[in-house]
């Protein structure tokens, strides 16, 4: 396993308590920089449009952040985006609004952002407009629920939302009149679980013929996974398969050549991976002392890294992590199921998992000081892609896997309410002084 440091280290706020506090009054919470980043999300790539460099942020102040990884910068903040705070954000497909209508994009890059929230609405930015208001595009209401996840599916067309009363809302985002999506209530799944739907996701699937259809998974703390073709006219006509993990979900994810495979992930740390259209369990991949495994591959890596230990899972990805700056094989041939865990340190880890092996890739340090929270991938311009994480330092890092980038000055970027965009020299988190979060998972 080799170390590595961040790319880039973008801060997308500060925190004006924590500095306002002496230091041998802080807790060991307050950080230079301010809110957690609770869920990001990077800009779709598409074959014919330049790169995928957006990343948006939702900050634990209600707020977005939209970040520019080319530039480095944070170039736009959406303050009070909700009333709540906010579950998730999602970019729209580059396609969404093509067919002549008055949302096409011309650049190829989605103008839109989908965000849920625990207010029980679901709203849609419009990035394009520079005016300092939010630039919301319609508002979506829940009656009495919070919105607790949210996914596209069908060229963003359609959104699944899960709730807080154990439902699956969708919502028919479809032109109306050419400049607004309608946002209207199409119906519910009311039967798929019976605690708070914490994870949804729509995905494109292939059979061994190479049909294609679309499949939404959902997830629950009822510790169900239910996979469903939307397409059908009725809940029971649309269910394809239930998983019993065992245990209340936090993070889903398809993979394999042909999606057939998916991961889940538990608030008690585990991970296991099925078979998902006969409901088959392929592995637990090591029970309940997976991190005690994952400690252990670190430690036999032979990559020096000492007193290092991992916490808590961050989530799974079907991805070519371009590690292997050897490989010969073609992006698709390299495709594999990586998962990133992390400590409450700020270190991150990530772990390529073979159905017979794990296989220790990378040490993410000195990016980080408190615990990882989500991560997406964006272009490197190059043909490659680096790793995006967001932490509950408020720190956005650019991971280089493969090395071959010259890394920028490492500088943190805050957008102020001048608008005006401040630079401030980041020191190594190893040389920080005072005290340091310590809890396990951030979950």
């Known amino acids: 396993m080799k170390t590595i440091q961040p790319y880039r280290a973008a801060v997308t706020s500060f925190s004006s308590a924590g500095a306002s506090i002496p230091q041998h009054q802080?807790?060991?919470?307050?950080?230079?920089?301010?809110?957690?980043?609770?869920?990001?999300?990077?800009?779709?790539?598409?074959?014919?449009?330049?790169?995928?460099?957006?990343?948006?942020?939702?900050?634990?102040?209600?707020?977005?952040?939209?970040?520019?990884?080319?530039?480095?910068?944070?170039?736009?903040?959406?303050?009070?985006?909700?009333?709540?705070?906010?579950?998730?954000?999602?970019?729209?497909?580059?396609?969404?609004?093509?067919?002549?209508?008055?949302?096409?994009?011309?650049?190829?890059?989605?103008?839109?952002?989908?965000?849920?929230?625990?207010?029980?609405?679901?709203?849609?930015?419009d990035l394009r407009t520079n005016s300092s208001s939010s630039g919301i595009t319609t508002k979506m209401a829940l009656p009495n629920e919070q919105a607790l996840c949210v996914s596209l599916g069908y060229g963003g067309t359609l959104a699944a939302v899960g709730t807080s009363k154990a439902r699956v809302s969708f919502l028919d985002l479809r032109y109306s009149s050419g400049t607004n999506p309608t946002g209207a209530l199409m119906g519910s799944y009311v039967d798929a679980h019976t605690e708070e739907v914490t994870q949804v996701r729509f995905q494109s699937v292939s059979n061994a013929s190479g049909q294609t259809k679309t499949v939404l998974a959902t997830a629950s703390e009822d510790g169900l996974l239910s996979v469903y073709d939307p397409s059908q006219p009725s809940e029971d006509a649309a269910l394809l398969s239930t998983l019993n993990i065992g245990a209340p979900l936090r993070h889903i994810g398809f993979f394999g050549p042909n999606n057939e495979g998916i991961c889940a992930l538990t608030g008690n740390e585990t991970m296991s991976v099925w078979h998902w259209d006969s409901a088959q369990k392929v592995s637990d991949v090591g029970g309940m002392g997976l991190r005690g495994l994952l400690s252990d591959a670190v430690g036999k890596s032979g990559s020096g890294v000492e007193g290092s230990s991992v916490e808590y899972l961050v989530g799974c990805t079907w991805a070519n992590a371009n590690c292997d700056q050897d490989a010969q094989q073609s992006p698709s041939d390299s495709k594999a199921l990586h998962l990133l865990a992390g400590n409450s340190e700020g270190d991150g880890y990530l772990f390529r998992m073979d159905a017979d092996h794990i296989t220790p890739l990378r040490h993410l340090k000195g990016g980080h000081r408190?615990?990882?929270?989500?991560?997406?991938?964006?272009?490197?311009g190059i043909g490659g892609q680096r790793l995006v994480t967001g932490g509950e330092d408020a720190r956005l890092c650019e991971w280089d896997l493969s090395g071959t980038s010259s890394a920028p000055s490492l500088t943190s970027n805050h957008k102020m309410g001048s608008g005006k965009v401040k630079q401030v020299k980041r020191d190594d988190a190893s040389k920080k002084k005072g005290k340091k979060k310590k809890f396990g998972s951030p979950y």
């Open 26 to 125: 802080q807790s060991g919470f307050e950080y230079d920089s301010g809110e957690y980043i609770l869920s990001i999300a990077s800009s779709p790539h598409d074959a014919s449009a330049a790169s995928n460099t957006c990343v948006a942020s939702a900050l634990s102040n209600k707020s977005i952040v939209i970040f520019d990884s080319t530039s480095g910068q944070v170039t736009r903040r959406i303050e009070k985006a909700h009333d709540g705070p906010i579950s998730q954000v999602s970019f729209f497909p580059c396609e969404y609004g093509s067919e002549g209508n008055a949302h096409q994009n011309n650049n190829n890059h989605s103008p839109l952002l989908i965000s849920a929230s625990q207010d029980g609405t679901v709203k849609v930015f």
């Open 370 to 380: 408190g615990c990882i929270r989500d991560f997406c991938w964006v272009d490197n």
